[in-house]
């Protein structure tokens, strides 16, 4: 639903701001790098804190700066291929990627809750 909501507002913004670059030309890999990145990490951390509740937060931890490491290899592979980075590219990848790890950690954070209560 989340990655629904978020591909719904992408193909809103170009019409209400016609005529400006609001996203690079490689937009839907980097959406679809970081969904998918944040999915896997996102479904490693479900299945440890289902096995072990108590390293839940351990688990959270490492899963966001594993993505982090797998980002920051993707920025420089992109900046590599591209000769250069803009704004643009910068203001749509760190926007995505804090939508999606803001996404991951309440998910995350909402079970950890549910498993307190029991």
């Known amino acids: 639903m989340f990655v629904g909501l978020l591909i719904g507002i992408i193909a809103v913004l170009p019409v209400l701001f016609p005529g400006k670059q609001l996203f ?4 839907w890999v980097m959406f679809g790098f970081l969904a998918g990145i944040t999915y896997v990490a996102y479904m490693l951390v479900d299945i ?47 926007s995505l990627y804090l939508l999606f790890s803001v996404f991951e950690v309440y998910c995350l954070l909402r079970n950890l809750r549910h498993q307190n209560l029991k």
């Open 24 to 27: 690079i030309d490689n937009f």
């Open 48 to 94: 440890g804190i289902k096995r072990d509740p108590e390293v839940g937060i351990m688990a959270i931890m490492g899963s966001i700066a594993v993505k982090m490491i797998f980002c920051m290899a993707f920025v420089l592979i992109y900046s590599i291929k591209t000769k250069g980075i803009g704004t643009v590219f910068l203001l749509n990848f760190f």
